[in-house]
């Protein structure tokens, strides 16, 4: 049995090695290769060894250096942090497997191991810290690593996408250092469960209030919420596919957890304040990803909307803040991670084997390759969340908790979305797989086809996450019940604050 | 550019600021000093050597390239906290094997710190010197 | 001195503020430099400013008495570090974003999401942007 230290260690030891390691033989593409699936893989399995030891309730803390809590910087797996962390870990081999395809796509250029690792290094420290300021320096990790690979190509679009998402990003990570320096100066202490212990008892609380509201902005920047969202369709869709697949796996959803994170351990004092806010956000971004993505022909571009609006989704857990609607969230997030991910990387076959990205200009696909037709609506459906796939568990969770909780409006919006996305899902599977094949797609058909070795590396990793998502479905109650146990430990703060302080620990005295 | 000031100076100043750039790097034990400034420091130096001679200049004077040294110091960065996880301590816990000299796992933290510091800023300077 | 630092993060961000709206990029690459430093500026404010004695223990004692905060300290260089190193990325990729794309306006730079309509506009939309660059 190994103990908390190793086990929260581990997950970022392994893409911390993969950095050194890669920058050690950047000139070897093979062995970066190498290095790249040997840390993924690491990563995968310290990730259920994590879960293993945490999927009980239990609360594992390990402190850096063996400096005190508050002082020192911790580690905290909670049930929905070690879920993260592990999903992170599947989706790594997963789209690291299918990168492999390169050559072409993603132009491998020295840095795109490196990066990719950089990024995973940057992603499960911000699931796991339980430090505010340490989650600043996680998610410019994430950050830097995510401008890298977005501007690997070089190519003008790339470029341009650069700008805007360079621009934004900074501006966001910027707002949320500013927010953290108010909050210290506010509380004296930077540790989350020493900051979740201090804020109810400060005297000014309409500034807590300010501040959670400024926590929301930076954060749902990042999470790419209604207002600010733009710079994720202005990218995305520049990217090859399996960058793309990873930034729409992991990227927006570090900005979901840490919502989630510190709206149910930090800010949940005012929730008759910022819940209404949060509603209202939910909703237009829901709506406008919808819509957004219905006037689209070229796959990512619609893909990329559908991202946003999915957001929206994963927001019902702060706004009604029950244990089902917390878990409905944390089930929605593990879904569409698994699903989102799944649909790009299924674009990027759709590109290979029908010669284009653009809906216009591809089609046939049924006809020469009916299986893939298949694995496309097994995301497609789910992602519109039609039973009984992943989609529609996590669907009915989030929907029902909002009924219960008598948010009408929420519950009607989320059920048009849901609709609205089968719209999208078909207009992809009429254009690039019904209609017929337009007659400059068959010369890539016939390469796809020539090409064993790369069909095989691009199809198993699709056919791994859709094996994933009708698990999700098919056996949904143990996913349901570990989400439902996550939500109600979320909501119950002490669960985490005695993890890391120790039950019997007097609230220490505030040093600013 | 070539300079013939920058160019004999250069031979001044490099051995110089190596050498306080170790001086600081040790100093950082218990006083102002540690890995990131001396390793700034020794950027400098080789920085002002490589300037009037060029990326090849860099790469003759290090051997290596710059990337390598990021990852070498990353190595000894990690390195520097597994002793503590093989001792069922937390990640980074200082160890210091020998009794009487303050030589533990801080100083190859130190160290590792101070050629990230070399690697990144060559890596940069490395760019701007092909152009 | 709070209420002097605090006027100053205002203006800094103002500034700050004034540069990102701006459609050179140069000018939004100066305006994220304020602004992080204005970020700087707001953790050593929110650190407290009562002492200005370097927070060293001295040697032969275990106690740090009357120096100043050293966490914003510390901070505050971890978040110049950082900044440091995405402004030195944000400016090559803004230089080579220049040269591949031949414009400094961001109003210009239409490469991943152009007007559908663009196709069928042979003259520039507006001649601002030529002046923009040429002004940089």
Redesign the interface.
């Known amino acids: 049995m190994m103990n908390a230290d190793l086990l929260l260690t581990l997950p970022i030891l392994f893409p911390a090695l993969g950095i050194a390691l890669c920058a050690l033989f950047w000139s070897n593409k093979n062995a970066q290769r190498a290095i790249n699936l040997a840390a993924s893989i690491g990563l995968l399995g310290s990730a259920i060894a994590l879960m293993a030891a945490v999927h009980d309730g239990t609360v594992l803390v390990t402190r850096f250096g063996n400096w005190d809590a508050p002082f020192g910087i911790v580690f905290v797996a909670d049930m929905f942090a070690a879920a993260m962390v592990l999903i992170t870990g599947v989706m790594a081999v997963a789209v690291g497997v299918y990168g492999l395809a390169g050559n072409i796509e993603p132009k491998e250029n020295a840095f795109y191991h490196l990066l990719y690792q950089g990024l995973l290094l940057g992603v499960t420290g911000a699931f796991l810290t339980g430090d505010i300021f340490n989650l600043y320096v996680w998610f410019e990790i994430m950050l830097i690593s995510s401008f890298g690979l977005l501007a690997l190509g070089g190519t003008r679009d790339q470029l341009d996408a650069g700008v805007k998402y360079v621009t934004l990003n900074l501006i966001a990570t910027t707002f949320f250092l500013i927010s953290v320096a108010f909050l210290y100066g506010l509380t004296g202490t930077l540790n989350m469960a020493d900051i979740a212990r201090v804020l109810p008892t400060v005297e000014n609380q309409g500034l807590v209030t300010t501040i959670a509201v400024m926590f929301l902005m930076a954060f749902g920047a990042k999470a790419a919420v209604f207002p600010l969202f733009y710079w994720l369709p202005a990218a995305y869709h520049t990217a090859s596919a399996p960058i793309v697949a990873i930034f729409a796996a992991l990227l927006t959803k570090v900005g979901v957890y840490a919502i989630i994170r510190t709206f149910t351990l930090l800010f949940d004092g005012d929730a008759g304040y910022t819940g209404p806010i949060v509603a209202g956000i939910a909703i237009f971004t829901m709506v406008t990803g919808v819509l957004g993505a219905a006037s689209h022909f070229d796959i990512r571009r619609i893909l990329s909307f559908h991202i946003i609006s999915q957001i929206g989704y994963m927001l019902f857990g702060i706004v009604v803040a029950t244990p089902l609607a917390v878990g409905g969230s944390i089930l929605y997030v593990i879904h569409h991670i698994v699903v989102k991910a799944n649909l790009f990387l299924l674009a990027g076959v759709v590109n290979r084997a029908g010669g284009s990205f653009d809906l216009k200009k591809t089609g046939g696909l049924y006809r020469t390759m009916p299986m893939l037709g298949v694995l496309f609506l097994i995301p497609a459906l789910s992602l519109a969340g039609l039973p009984p796939l992943s989609g529609f568990w996590s669907k009915f969770t989030v929907i029902k908790a909002s009924l219960d909780a008598e948010h009408y409006i929420l519950a009607g919006a989320g059920l048009m979305v849901g609709t609205l996305t089968l719209y999208s899902m078909v207009k992809i599977w009429n254009e690039a797989f019904w209609k017929a094949a337009p007659e400059n797609a068959t010369a890539a058909m016939q390469s796809w086809q020539a090409d064993r070795r790369t069909r095989l590396i691009m199809l198993s990793p699709i056919v791994a996450l859709a094996c994933v998502t009708l698990t999700i479905g098919f056996f949904a109650e143990p996913f349901v019940d570990f989400s439902m146990r996550a939500g109600a430990q979320l909501l119950d703060q002490s669960v985490y604050i005695d993890a890391v302080f120790g039950p019997a620990e007097q609230l220490a005295e505030v040093n600013p | 550019m070539s300079s013939l000031i920058l160019t004999t100076t250069s031979r001044l100043i490099l051995p110089a600021a190596l050498i306080f750039s170790i001086y600081v790097l040790l100093r950082g034990h218990n006083e102002p000093g540690g890995g990131f400034i001396g390793g700034l420091i020794a950027a400098a130096g080789i920085a002002v050597h490589a300037i009037p001679r060029g990326r090849t200049g860099l790469i003759a004077l290090l051997r290596v390239w710059p990337k390598a040294l990021i990852g070498a110091g990353m190595l000894l960065g990690i390195a520097a906290g597994i002793p503590a996880l093989l001792l069922a301590e937390p990640f980074l816990t200082q160890q210091w094997p020998f009794a009487s000299l303050p030589i533990g796992t801080t100083l190859v933290f130190d160290v590792g710190v101070y050629l990230v510091v070399i690697g990144s800023v060559l890596t940069f300077l490395s760019y701007y010197l092909e152009n | 001195m709070e209420p002097v630092f605090a006027l100053a993060f205002g203006v800094m961000v103002a500034v700050a503020a004034y540069l ?1 709206m701006s459609r050179n ?1 140069l000018r ?1 690459v100066l305006g ?1 430099l304020v ?2 430093n ?2 700087n500026l ?2 050593f ?4 400013l009562d002492s200005r004695i370097p927070p ?1 223990v001295p040697a032969g004692e275990t106690m740090l008495v009357g120096g100043a ?1 050293p ?2 300290q510390a ?1 505050i260089l ?2 110049i ?3 440091f ?2 402004v ?3 400016v ?3 230089e ?2 220049h040269r ?2 031949g414009t400094l306006d ?1 109003e210009a ?5 152009p007007r559908p309509a663009e196709k069928s506009v042979t003259e520039p939309r507006r001649s601002a942007p030529a002046k923009v660059t040429e002004h940089a």
């Open positions: 990102l990029v939004i994220l602004l992080g204005a970020a707001s953790i404010l929110a650190g407290r060293l905060n966490l914003p901070l971890t978040a570090v950082i900044s190193a995405l030195a990325f944000t090559v990729l803004f080579s974003a591949r794309l961001a730079m239409r490469e991943a999401e």
